[in-house]
């Protein structure tokens, strides 16, 4: 297991994870999906589609990034 970070941003915000979770490469993406779900759904004026989630390792090496507009889906 590694030690990885959830950090959120857009061009205009970032939202650092400082505390980590020991997990494998599986449960991250599963976690971050989790994530996204729960921010987009906090009652909130944001447009969360440019924001994207990436996660990183414990040397700061990005291992994964998920777009909230791919959790969202498209607009209509």
Do not use: N, Q
Not at 1 to 13: I, K, N, P, V
């Amino acid at each position: 297991m590694t030690e990885l970070y959830f950090h959120c941003s857009d061009a205009e915000h970032v939202i650092i994870d400082e505390c980590g979770h020991a997990m494998d490469l599986a449960e991250a993406r599963e976690h971050a999906e989790g994530l996204v779900r729960a921010l987009i759904m906090t009652p909130s004026d944001e447009d969360w589609r440019s924001w994207v989630l990436h996660v990183t390792d414990e040397l700061g090496d990005e291992v994964l990034a998920v777009p909230f507009a791919s959790v969202l889906g498209k607009s209509h």
